[in-house]
C-alpha cells in the first residue's frame, strides 16, 4: 500500500514516542499513513532487531494546530 501524501514539517523523538507536525493532503491520509507506518516499518524493525510483537502502544493521537504562533 503506498502512502498518501502528507507534508512533514517537523518530528521529536521522545524516549517511548515520538511527535510529527504533519498536514495532509486530503481527509483519511493521516489514518492511512499511520496504518502503513504501522504495518511495514514496524515489520522491517522487527526483523533488523529480532523483535516480536507490536512497537508501539494503541492507536495513534493527533489534535489540530491552527495557530502559527504554536509551532513557532
Request: glycine letters at 6%.
Amino acid at each position: 500500500m503506498p502512502l498518501p501524501e502528507i507534508q512533514l514539517h517537523a518530528f521529536a523523538l521522545m524516549d517511548n514516542h515520538f511527535h510529527l507536525l504533519l498536514t495532509p493532503s486530503q481527509p483519511g491520509a493521516l489514518s492511512r499513513a499511520m496504518r502503513v507506518v504501522g504495518q511495514n516499518y514496524v515489520q522491517a524493525f522487527n526483523h533488523r532487531h529480532a523483535h516480536r510483537g507490536t512497537l508501539w502502544q494503541g492507536r495513534f493521537k493527533y489534535c489540530l494546530v491552527e495557530a502559527e504562533r504554536y509551532i513557532c
